[in-house]
Structures are given as C-alpha cells and as structure tokens.
T-cell receptor, first 117, second 113 residues
Framework: GAGVSQSPSNKVTEKGKDVELRCDPISGHTALYWYRQRLGQGLEFLIYFQGNSAPDKSGLPSDRFSAERTGESVSTLTIQRTQQEDSAVYLC???????????????FGDGTRLSIL | AQSVTQPDIHITVSEGASLELRCNYSYGATPYLFWYVQSPGQGLQLLLKYFSGDTLVQGIKGFEAEFKRSQSSFNLRKPSVHWSDAAEYFCAVGAFGNEKLTFGTGTRLTIIP
C-alpha cells in the first residue's frame, strides 16, 4: 500500500490476555519502529528494526513486550499478560534504509488503540 | 540523552490569526528536528523536517519552522491559521547514528471562529 498499515485499528481485551498488533511498512522501507502513546502524552520509543540486523529493544518497558519482524516486511508487537497500564495507542513507523543519514524521516501509520479492561 | 520540551499544553487561536508553537530540545550534537501533526484518531503526519543547511524550513500546509542553535529551539509558525489546523502538534528530535525519535508531550491547538 501507499502508507504504513496497522491492524487492528482498535482492540479491547481483558486484563491478563495476550494481544498481537500488526504493522505493514511502506514497500521498500527496511527500517521499522514501534512507539507507544499514552493518553495525553508524547510518543515513547519501544523497538527498532533495520533490515536483518539485531533489533534495538532498548525501549521495551518489560519482558511482557516483544516484537518480531519477518525479513523486511510485516512486524508483530506482542504484549503478554496485559495490564491496565498497557492501554495506549501503539504506533508503527517506517523509513528507507538510509534513515536520517539520507535525510529520510519516519512515516507513521494510524496506530492501534489498545484498551485493557 | 536527548529531550524535547513543548511548554504550551494547549493554545487557542482565532481563525486567520498567526501561530507560533514552541519547541526546545536538549542534545549535545547537531540534532535532526521534526514537527508532526496528529488529528483525532489518526496517526502522525510529517509537517516539516530539519537535517542541515538553511535554518528556515518550509513544510506542508503553509507551516514553517526555524532552527535556532543558540536557543536550542525549533519553533513552528504559520502566518494565518485555518479551522482545519486544529489538531495536536508534536516536536521530535533524532540524531545521526540514533534513529529513535524523542518526542515532546505535544501542543493541542484549538481554532475559534
């Protein structure tokens, strides 16, 4: 597609359940990022994938959070044993391989709004 | 560590009036600076970016921003706002070798007739 695609757009689940969020980056973009936006807050970095390199997981808040990416395509963010504080909008972004070095910004999807009951 | 401060949580402006949204950053080296806009229920749309060169940057929708190294600022401006500009505005900073963006907490812009 033309832009970053995320699914589902909304997810409501009970505390303690596992959830999977999906991100489909812009075609040809090798870099993929996940961010979290809590209500009334800015975005917090979670994880960064660049091609086949080891991901930068430095922003993951706990070991309940994990993400995978198959090659240079779709990524899945998984939250296990969800807690109420996990309620947020999860945004995915992608950029070309050269990133900032090539004056390339990140392009964002519309996000997944996650609500934990 | 890099950080971004947007001191104004909420700004109200009359339609047709000028606008300036403030952004201050903290980073030891030359930063890469961005403004994004978020409409309700939407993702972030890039308004403009600064990587190097001319410190006055033009963006989409009539927005511009000026990088002032001496003030560690990257304020967003528009000479005449439209009702459709009502949204949340985020300033963000990145750096060479650090592709993770650090965001400010955002400024919510309300436009009144």
């Amino acid at each position: 597609g033309a832009g970053v695609s995320q699914s589902p757009s909304n997810k409501v689940t009970e505390k303690g359940k596992d959830v999977e969020l999906r991100c489909d980056p812009i075609s040809g973009h090798t870099a993929l990022y996940w961010y979290r936006q809590r209500l009334g807050q800015g975005l917090e970095f979670l994880i960064y994938f660049q091609g086949n390199s080891a991901p930068d997981k430095s922003g993951l808040p706990s070991d309940r959070f994990s993400a995978e990416r198959t090659g240079e395509s779709v990524s899945t963010l998984t939250i296990q044993r969800t807690q109420q504080e996990d309620s947020a909008v999860y945004l995915c972004a992608s950029s070309p391989r050269e990133g900032f070095r090539g004056n390339q910004p990140q392009h964002f999807g519309d996000g997944t709004r996650l609500s934990i009951l | 560590a890099q950080s971004v401060t947007q001191p104004d949580i909420h700004i109200t402006v009359s339609e047709g009036a000028s606008l300036e949204l403030r952004c201050n950053y903290s980073y030891g080296a030359t930063p890469y600076l961005f403004w994004y806009v978020q409409s309700p229920g939407q993702g972030l749309q890039l308004l403009l970016k600064y990587f190097s060169g001319d410190t006055l940057v033009q963006g989409i929708k009539g927005f511009e921003a000026e990088f002032k190294r001496s003030q560690s600022s990257f304020n967003l401006r528009k000479p005449s706002v439209h009702w459709s500009d009502a949204a949340e505005y985020f300033c963000a900073v990145g750096a060479f070798g650090n592709e993770k963006l650090t965001f400010g907490t955002g400024t919510r812009l309300t436009i009144i007739p």
